[in-house]
Protein backbone atom coordinates (compact mmCIF):
# COMPACT_ATOMS: atom_id res chain seq x y z
CA UNK A 1 0.00 0.00 0.00
CA UNK A 2 2.94 2.27 0.65
CA UNK A 3 4.03 1.80 -3.29
CA UNK A 4 0.46 3.19 -3.65
CA UNK A 5 0.86 5.97 -1.60
CA UNK A 6 4.27 7.42 -2.92
CA UNK A 7 3.47 6.67 -6.85
CA UNK A 8 0.33 8.90 -6.33
CA UNK A 9 3.11 11.35 -4.67
CA UNK A 10 4.87 12.11 -7.40
CA UNK A 11 3.66 15.28 -8.63
CA UNK A 12 2.10 16.85 -5.70
CA UNK A 13 4.50 19.32 -4.46
CA UNK A 14 1.94 20.37 -1.41
CA UNK A 15 1.16 17.98 1.21
CA UNK A 16 -0.75 18.45 4.58
CA UNK A 17 0.28 16.32 7.70
CA UNK A 18 -2.26 14.68 9.77
CA UNK A 19 -1.86 13.83 13.48
CA UNK A 20 -2.23 10.11 12.80
CA UNK A 21 0.91 10.66 10.19
CA UNK A 22 2.76 12.39 12.63
CA UNK A 23 1.89 9.57 15.50
CA UNK A 24 3.01 6.81 12.97
CA UNK A 25 6.72 8.57 12.04
CA UNK A 26 7.55 9.41 15.64
CA UNK A 27 6.03 6.40 17.31
CA UNK A 28 8.16 2.55 16.29
CA UNK A 29 5.29 0.53 17.81
CA UNK A 30 2.58 2.34 15.84
CA UNK A 31 1.20 -0.03 12.96
CA UNK A 32 1.86 2.31 10.37
CA UNK A 33 5.35 3.29 11.55
CA UNK A 34 6.93 1.73 8.41
CA UNK A 35 4.79 3.53 6.11
CA UNK A 36 5.48 6.35 7.61
CA UNK A 37 9.06 6.27 7.36
CA UNK A 38 9.11 5.05 3.77
CA UNK A 39 6.44 8.00 3.00
CA UNK A 40 8.57 10.92 4.94
CA UNK A 41 11.92 9.72 3.31
CA UNK A 42 9.71 10.00 -0.28
CA UNK A 43 8.34 14.05 0.45
CA UNK A 44 11.34 15.01 1.52
CA UNK A 45 13.47 13.09 -1.99
CA UNK A 46 10.45 15.21 -3.94
CA UNK A 47 10.91 18.33 -2.14
CA UNK A 48 7.49 18.62 -1.56
CA UNK A 49 6.81 20.96 1.10
CA UNK A 50 4.96 19.82 4.38
CA UNK A 51 2.13 21.58 5.80
CA UNK A 52 -0.02 21.26 8.83
CA UNK A 53 -2.05 23.31 11.14
CA UNK A 54 -1.93 24.11 14.68
CA UNK A 55 -4.45 22.12 15.31
CA UNK A 56 -2.59 18.82 14.24
CA UNK A 57 0.43 20.11 16.23
CA UNK A 58 -1.36 20.18 19.50
CA UNK A 59 -3.26 17.43 18.68
CA UNK A 60 -0.36 15.41 18.02
CA UNK A 61 1.73 16.41 21.02
CA UNK A 62 -1.23 15.22 23.33
CA UNK A 63 -1.45 11.84 21.60
CA UNK A 64 2.49 11.53 21.55
CA UNK A 65 2.69 13.01 25.57
CA UNK A 66 -0.61 10.53 26.66
CA UNK A 67 -0.18 7.13 24.36
CA UNK A 68 4.05 7.22 24.20
CA UNK A 69 5.51 9.70 26.24
CA UNK A 70 6.90 12.98 27.44
CA UNK A 71 9.73 12.51 25.77
CA UNK A 72 8.32 11.91 21.91
CA UNK A 73 6.01 14.48 22.70
CA UNK A 74 9.02 16.59 23.67
CA UNK A 75 10.90 15.25 20.05
CA UNK A 76 8.00 16.67 18.10
CA UNK A 77 7.39 19.96 19.66
CA UNK A 78 11.23 20.67 19.62
CA UNK A 79 12.12 18.97 16.34
CA UNK A 80 9.29 18.36 13.96
CA UNK A 81 7.95 21.73 13.43
CA UNK A 82 11.09 22.94 11.63
CA UNK A 83 10.30 21.01 8.58
CA UNK A 84 7.10 21.54 8.52
CA UNK A 85 5.10 24.88 7.49
CA UNK A 86 2.42 25.59 10.27
CA UNK A 87 -0.90 27.07 9.44
CA UNK A 88 -3.33 29.27 11.69
CA UNK A 89 -6.23 28.93 10.27
CA UNK A 90 -7.89 31.84 9.20
CA UNK A 91 -11.64 32.68 10.45
CA UNK A 92 -13.31 31.63 7.29
CA UNK A 93 -11.96 28.29 7.60
CA UNK A 94 -12.75 28.45 10.73
CA UNK A 95 -16.11 28.88 10.36
CA UNK A 96 -16.39 26.12 7.57
CA UNK A 97 -14.69 23.73 10.22
CA UNK A 98 -17.55 24.54 12.23
CA UNK A 99 -20.14 23.98 9.77
CA UNK A 100 -18.38 20.74 8.41
CA UNK A 101 -18.52 19.54 12.42
CA UNK A 102 -21.54 19.90 12.64
CA UNK A 103 -23.02 18.51 9.93
CA UNK A 104 -21.14 15.51 9.87
CA UNK A 105 -19.39 15.04 13.17
CA UNK A 106 -22.70 13.27 14.19
CA UNK A 107 -22.60 10.08 12.03
CA UNK A 108 -19.12 10.15 12.04
CA UNK A 109 -16.73 10.25 15.13
CA UNK A 110 -14.58 13.51 13.59
CA UNK A 111 -12.90 15.61 15.74
CA UNK A 112 -12.98 19.42 15.00
CA UNK A 113 -9.27 19.35 14.45
CA UNK A 114 -10.10 16.75 11.55
CA UNK A 115 -13.22 19.42 10.20
CA UNK A 116 -10.17 22.25 10.69
CA UNK A 117 -7.47 20.46 8.92
CA UNK A 118 -10.57 19.72 5.87
CA UNK A 119 -11.28 23.50 5.57
CA UNK A 120 -7.37 24.06 5.09
CA UNK A 121 -6.92 21.42 2.72
CA UNK A 122 -10.18 22.45 0.93
CA UNK A 123 -9.63 25.93 0.27
CA UNK A 124 -5.90 27.36 1.12
CA UNK A 125 -4.17 24.44 -0.16
CA UNK A 126 -6.16 23.41 -3.06
CA UNK A 127 -7.03 19.58 -2.48
CA UNK A 128 -3.10 18.88 -1.77
CA UNK A 129 -2.87 15.61 -0.57
CA UNK A 130 -2.83 14.57 2.89
CA UNK A 131 -0.49 12.09 5.17
CA UNK A 132 -2.38 10.89 7.07
CA UNK A 133 -3.66 7.20 8.44
CA UNK A 134 -7.19 8.46 9.59
CA UNK A 135 -10.43 7.13 8.06
CA UNK A 136 -12.03 10.41 8.19
CA UNK A 137 -10.26 12.30 5.86
CA UNK A 138 -11.04 10.01 2.77
CA UNK A 139 -14.50 10.09 4.51
CA UNK A 140 -14.12 13.78 4.11
CA UNK A 141 -13.42 13.11 0.63
CA UNK A 142 -9.64 14.21 1.04
CA UNK A 143 -7.24 12.45 -1.19
CA UNK A 144 -5.16 10.58 1.65
CA UNK A 145 -1.57 8.99 0.69
CA UNK A 146 -0.83 6.49 3.44
Known sequence: MASEALSSLRNAREVFADT???????????EHHPRAIAISKHVEARGATVYTSWDVVVETVTALRYRAGFELAKLFITKAPGNVTILFPFEAERDLAVNIFLQRGR??????????????????????????????????GLTILR
Open 107 to 140: ERELSLCDAVSYAIVSTRLAWAPCLSFDADFAAL
Open 20 to 30: SYFYALLNPRD
